[in-house]
Structures are given as C-alpha cells and as structure tokens.
C-alpha cells in the first residue's frame, strides 16, 4: 500500500495523520449581512408610498415599529427578503441532515468528502445536553440522563468513531476514492459550511428550529440544531432588533 | 360626487389631479449589495479546503478567475448564490408581469394599486424602441419603423391612456375602491418595486432577458425589458467583475 | 395600411374584427391531479414507520384524521408536497398580477400578448360585487355600493375598455408589433393560464386569499382573487377532503 | 440496563435484535405520476393558442416532437413544470445528502432517525462499482480496482459500520434518545424517501446526477445517485417519451 501515499497531497497526509478529536462544540457564527430594520419597511412601503416623496423624519420613527409588527400580525412576509445574513456553521452532518430540508430562501456550501479527506473532529453530546428522552416523540422530553449514562455514551461514540476513522484512514491508503472510503465516517463527523438566508427564512428556521414553550406553534427540535438556531437568533436580533422584537411578540410566527 | 374628496388624503387629491405624463424612461438601478467575487470563491472553497488554513495570498490571486471560470464551465452554481444585490425598478406593468416570472432568488415588493393613487404615468416606446416585428415569433425581428409608424403609435396611447386615466379618476371621485377603478388602468402605467437577488439568478435573468447574438441559447426578450437588463448587467459587472467575464465567456449561460 | 391585413393570420384577424365582450365571470377550474389524503399520510409515515411492514387496515383507516391533524397542527408542511392538482384559470390581468407573487410550489403558463393578439374580453364587477371600500386599507371594509354607482362605473370601463380595444386593433393593422401595441390593454384584461401546486401550497394560497374571518389569520384579499380561491378550495376539499377538514379545523393555517 | 426493554415498542426491540446486512443494492421505484407529454404540449399552447378552438388532430399529432424540441432548445422550460412524478427510494445517506441540494420542484419525506430506530441496513460498493479514482477530482475518472482491493474494502466497512450498529443498540438499550446515540450510525446507512418531482426538476436532476459523454455540459456525479438517476430516467423515457427524446438530442442540458 505504501505506492499509495505519494499521490496523496501534502496536507492530506497530514490530516490521514491525525488522531481523533472529540468535541461537543456547535458553532453558528455571522460573516456578512445586507439591510437593516429600515430596510424592510421601506420595501414595504414601495407599495402604499410614493417613492420621490420623503416622509417626515420624526413621523418615521414613531412608526418603524408599529409597521414591522403590521408586517408580523398580517403576514405580509415578502419584505422581509428584502436583506441577506450569511453565517459559517460548523456542526455534525446529522445537524446539517436537518437544516438542508430549508430549502426556500437558503444558499448553501459545504465540504465535500468527495472532494477532500475530512478531517477527525467527531461530535459527542456533552455533559449539559440531556440524552435521556421521556414520553412519545411527538410529546417527547429530554432528561440530563446520569452521569454514568453519559460517561458510558461518551466511551460508545469514542469506540465507534476511531474505528470508523481507522477504516477510513487504511480505505485512503489502500488507493480506495475518497467518496467510498467515507461510507464508514459517522453521522457524528463534523461538517462546515458558508449559509446564506434572509430575515424571512432566518424567522422560519427559529420557528422551527428553537424550542420556545411560549411559541404560537411550540416545537421540539432536536438539541443540537436548537445551539445553532440560539446563535443565528443572537445575530438576527443585533442586526434586526425590531424585526425580531416583532417576530417575538406576535409569538414567532414566521410572517 | 363631491362628499368623497374628504376622504381621500391629502396626497392622493394631489395625484387625482395630475395630468398624464409620459415616458419612455426605463430604470434598474442599484440600491444595495452583500460580497463580491472572491466571498463566491471562499463559498466554493468550503467543498474542498480546510477552512482554518490561510492560502498563500499570491497563489490566491492567481487562482481567482480560473476557479470562477471553473464553476461557470461546470455549472457549480451554488456559490453564485452567497451574494445579493438590490435594485429599485421603474418600468411598466407589462414588464413586470415578465419579471415576476422569476421566482426562484428573486425577492419583490412593489407598488400598489389596492393600496394606493397610482400616479399617471405612463410609458410609450421611445424613437430608438423598434416597434415592427418581422418574421414569427420563434425567429422574430424588429425594425425600426417609420417616423409616421412612430407618431401614430404615440398617439393612440396618448389617446387610450389619458381617456383610462379620466375613467380612473373619476371612479375614485364617485366613491369606488381604488382595487376595483383601476381595472381600466393599461399595462403601460409605470409601477416600481425593490428586488433582492443573487449573482445566480442574475445571471438566470440576463440569459433570458438579454437578446446576445453570441450566446451559446439566444433569448429573444421583449425590447423593455432587455433595458432594464442592460442595467442590471452594468451593475453586476461593476459589483462582480470577474465572476461577469466567466459568465459571458461560457457562452453566457448562468450555472 | 391594408398591406398588413395579409400578414396576419386568418385567426388573428377574426380576433380583430370582434366587438368588445364585458363580463364578470371569474374561474378556477380543475384539470388534473395526482394523490390523495392517504398518499400524503403514506409520505409522513416514511419518517416513522419501516416501509415493508403492511399496517393493520382498521388501524390504519382510525389513525387517518388523527394523523393529518397531527402533521397541520405541528406544521410538518412537507407531506403536504406529495400530491399535485392542475387548474385552468380565466381572470383579468389584475387577479393574475396578485396570483404569480406566489412563487413556490406554483408553476405557470399563461397567455402571451407578444405571441397572440389577445381576444377583447374585459372584467367589470358585477352587481354582487361590493365596490365601495369603508375605511383604511388595512381594515377595510367594502360595500355594495349603490345600484347608480354600479351602473357608473360599468359605464367608465365600457368607456375606457373600448377606447383601449379600439386603439389596440389600430395598432396592429398599423403594423405595430403585438408586444407594443398591447401597452393600452388595460389589466382589466382577461388572460388565461394553466396553474399546478401541490395542496401544502394551495393552502398556503387560500389562507390568503379567502376572507374567513374565523381564521387564526384573517386576510383582506380582493374580491376577485377570493372568487377563484373559492373554487379552487371545492375542487381542493372533493379531492382531499380529510386534508381539508383538519387544514379548516386548524385556523386556516398552512402547514 | 434490562428495565429499558419494557420501554421499547415491539417492533424496536424486533430491529434491535436484528443482525447487520450489507447490500449493493440502490433503488429508485416509479409510485404515481399525473400527466404525458401531451399536457406539457397544452401548457405551451396556452401562451400562443386560444383556448376555446380545437385544434386539427393531424395537425396536433404532427406537431407534438417539434413543439417540445422548440421549447427543449429555446429553453422555455415552465410547461415541463406542468406533470408530476412520485418515486420511492431507498439509498445509503451519503446519497441523500447529494439529492437533498436540490431544492427547487423536489418535496422530500424521509425515515427519521430521531423517531424511529433505524434498522441495519449497511451499504457496501458491490464488485462492479469502480473503487479507484484516478487523477484529479476536476477530471476524475473511477477505475474497478483490483479483487483485492475490493475484498478489502468490503471488509473494512463490515467491521466499521458492525461496530456502529454495537455502540448504536447499546446507546438505545441503555435508555440513550434515538437522537443522540444516532450520532455514530455511518453515512452507508440505508435510508429510505419518498420524492414527488417534476419533468423539469427530473431533466435538472439528471443532467448533474448522470455521467453522459455526449452531453453538452458533461457532469461527473457520484457512481451511487448515477444509478439512482439512471432508474429515474427509465421512468421519465417510459411516462415523457417525446420529451425525454428531445432533451437528449439538445444535449441534456435542463430547459
């Protein structure tokens, strides 16, 4: 097999060489943006406003929000596409799984383990992620589940995921392609990719995304999602202050 | 009929009482944008390159326009799409009924007529606008036609618009709702709309809607809005410099 | 300008030498389909159920309504997708301009004025239509309207209608092109096209564009636009009548 | 850990007993469709053709090939949107993941591993998929490797995903949510789906997932989803046949 490792780039090498990382890190974290609050009401406004008419600036900002949440009450969702967020996610493919079922008003890019040789970061849920679920899935609870519960899910994913990355390792050195030698890489492996959204499919994927027992209609996502989801609402509400205040109050309800 | 004037707002007496005004001005400009060329190559580049390991910047640089080229030629199309750009369009109602055709990447909001008072105005096709068609649709041509062609065409929608317009007003004086008077209004009034897209579906739109001799599928686009493309294309040029050269040098067709 | 006569085609010419025809009908009506309440249960059980496994039958047909209240009560939409229905629609422009802002799960194709000289059939609202709107827009109100003001406004769109017509047919004997000519034509215009969606989207439609006011949203569509939803949720509730019930006993809310 | 048994459905503990099975096997079933090419032909006409006129069967049937071939060529692709196609498959995860970009005319319903638990289905590359990639990814091709590689390789996997499924029933018994002890379950896992599409979404599906030399824009998907590709072609040639024809005489390329 030792033909095989000349063909092989420098840093694919060096990733075929690393031991296993085993994190529980979720990560979700903002790149670029386009627009603000004032954005999405003029959008609107194109509709009911004469364009070359300014409006008295007082008069405006009485009325930013109660026109935001006009907006949220109504459904009148199209203005909030108006303006564009883009974040860098880093997570296990089981999490990406999930958010690639978004697929309106989402642009995504991710690795490729056709393309390169993915490097051993391995997710384990960590010691505050309850893994312990009570109750059918549709009226599902999760529990903190022991501590031996959690050392033993610790041990079982390690086991796992370093012979799933053995295999791996001798499929690439063995002159297997990348792209069949990954079959044995875990659900669990970390992914990273560039997503591009906007306001109106950033409040749909919350709404869906987040656990919020106030929530008009409340949903259970599953955990690791729902840190995502928690990280792209801290970006989305310091961008869109407003917006969100008024996706907030009329009970997250993606207009 | 007078009681009615009272309940119209201030601004919308003032439009009842404009004359028609028109115009062959056709508008598409730019309002706002997020990225630029190489935020198109850091998306691609998720698929296959360690996010963490910086490039040698000069190598960078020399990659650029062959890794656009590449996914123009390949129709990677994704990373076309980590961008948006806005503009503000003034046109006819005739060419937005083509625009919203578009409805993928593509984000609207335009003016009104339930809402409110359209202004009168209104397009008519220019002296450079070629108003006879020769040959079928499939294979259509347009010519110029005589000045005597030209003036007569000015007249009739002199004619037709400004009577629609009397009718218009009128309705409105008598107390009808602005949703049902306007059914007499021609799709040649003038509306206008913000749109949010990406360098994706601004290529998508440009290969429809630009008539390009050289392109590798020739569109036949309807003279107005083959303008407003014309400008978008200006701005996409200006915003995106190279990722526009693979476009047009793979035959213009977008990824 | 008798030279152009013979350009056209025998049809066209027919369309050019009809008189106007005024008329209030508006239509929705079914085509085609695929699928029904049980293939969009069968698509959620993809999720739950191991797919070789018969279900019992009597089980089966109890856990039917239970099951598509579930998925509308918790908004799994995407059940919802696995069918499709096809409409011919025949509207005026108007009702088509609001119609296309619905961009997915909606496929189009309608009448073309740059292809065919458009046949002179025009929209006016009828005595059951209720022209005078009551209040601001977004709590609006419209009344009848008295029988002199029906009479009126008929009168001003037979007016401005059949100047537009006039001016239209001039055009083209005046060897104008269709796509030009047709700026007068006003959007009380009928057009028609063939509609395709799927019923997550025909519900996304209906629950704006019908006026329930026992909705968990309640929308203001315009009359016209709410006459065709009307007959389109007949032909949605013959064909799915259980996705019907529980999309009406959830508050109108499209999953 | 026996007190979790009794908490397990029957029909879990009946998988959670079952041993692994490893298969080649790659499946894309044909469900239900509505329409032919005859509908997408109507479609067509209603841009160009009134509606009310029949049309002279002789004339019609002549026609059908270079009414499709000219919408094929010119890419007037939105009658091809105007039918549907429901398809069952049953793939390893890695090829969903390929499937799941698609975003636009695609509705998914897939087995959810965080409802159900997901049963040992393992896929491994059978003797006749080329294992070994030479050259770049670029310009990639896939040659069969040797048997030795092959048994190796199928080896490999055996031990890695036989692990998995270990560590994943112990995770269950042990009273771990499905949704976490999942974490280590292989991207070889079988999942299975259910795909409701249209022509025009099947042509963009095919024209990325299918490797054809003669095609205008040549792709080089992964041998996997090419197989899945491949039986839907069948279907699409068996239910579109003029369609099929005239988007491989214009090179493949999507309209």
Redesign the interface.
């Known amino acids: 097999m030792s033909d095989v490792r000349h063909q092989l780039k420098p ?1 694919e090498l060096v ?1 075929l060489n690393m031991d296993p990382i085993f994190s529980s890190a979720l990560i979700c974290r903002y790149k ?4 603000n609050d004032d ?1 999405i009401i ?3 406004l ?6 070359e ?1 300014e409006e008295d600036p007082e008069k405006f900002e009485k009325s930013r929000k109660p026109r935001l949440n ?1 907006m949220a009450e ?2 009148h969702g ?2 909030f ?4 967020i ?1 974040f ?1 996610v880093k997570a ?3 999490v ?2 999930e958010w ?2 978004h ?2 008003g ?11 040789v993915m ?1 051993p970061e391995f ?3 960590g010691p505050d ?1 309850p ?3 009570v109750g059918k ?2 009226k599902a609870e ?1 529990v903190p ?1 022991t501590p031996e ?1 959690h050392e ?2 610790w041990n ?2 390690v ?3 370093s ?2 990355w ?3 390792v ?2 690439i050195l ?15 492996l970390y992914s ?3 997503v ?1 959204l ?1 306001p109106r499919s950033c409040m749909a994927f919350l709404s ?1 995304r987040q656990y919020q027992p106030d929530a008009m ?1 409340v ?1 259970r996502p ?2 690791e999602i729902n840190q995502c989801a928690n990280q792209m609402e801290e970006t989305f509400k310091r961008l869109f202050p407003l917006t969100h205040e008024v996706y907030v109050a009329n009970g997250r309800v993606a207009p």
Chains 1, 2, 3, 4 share one sequence.
Request: charged share 25%; proline share 5%; glycine share 4%.
């Open positions: 840093e990733v670029d943006h386009m627009g954005d003029e959008a609107m194109v509709s009911t406003k004469d364009q008419t006009f109504h459904r199209s203005p596409e108006q303006a564009a883009k860098y296990p493919i089981m990406f799984r690639h079922r697929r309106i989402f642009s995504y890019n991710e690795a490729s383990a056709r393309y390169k490097p997710y384990i849920p992620r893994i312990v679920q899935h549709s999760w589940g519960q033993r899910q079982r994913k086991q796992a995921y012979l799933a053995e295999m791996y001798e499929g063995d002159g297997e392609a990348k792209e069949t030698a990954r079959c044995v890489l875990p659900v669990g990273d990719m560039i591009t906007n869906l209609f949903s599953q955990w």
